[in-house]
Nanobody
């Protein structure tokens, strides 16, 4: 069992930056690939980025490439999402999730554990 707690969301102007963090409980964080997903009002949840167990491989959805960076610290049981050049369309609840596979995978069905989410609002 893995428990995930996200933080770092908030209100930011378009063009600004935020860094999301997700802390995982347990001693086996490095055994999971990790991902970030988001759900905007009235829309389905979608993938944003994923990172492999060791952090050497990453994957991004096209809409965030070049603006968002996913990283992890296995020593701190934490995965991060650095978000730059934010746009109004990035407004959503952001969730982190843990995948028992090696990753990085962007399909929600591959993920076994989910956090509660953190709200990101970008004003235009």
């Amino acid at each position: 069992q893995v428990q995930l707690v996200e933080s770092g969301g908030g209100l930011v102007q378009a063009g600004g930056s935020l860094r999301l963090s997700c802390v995982a409980s347990g001693r086996t964080f490095s055994s999971y690939a990790m991902g970030w997903f988001r759900q905007a009002p009235g829309k389905e949840r979608e993938a944003v980025a994923a990172i492999s167990r060791g952090g050497s491989a990453t994957s991004y959805v096209d809409s965030v490439k070049g603006r968002f960076t996913i990283s992890r610290s296995n020593a701190k049981n934490t995965v991060y999402l650095q978000m730059n050049s934010l746009k109004a369309e990035d407004t959503a609840v952001y969730y982190c999730a843990a995948d028992r596979g090696y990753g990085p995978r962007l399909s929600q069905s591959d993920y076994d554990y989910w956090g509660q989410g953190t709200q990101v609002t970008v004003s235009s």
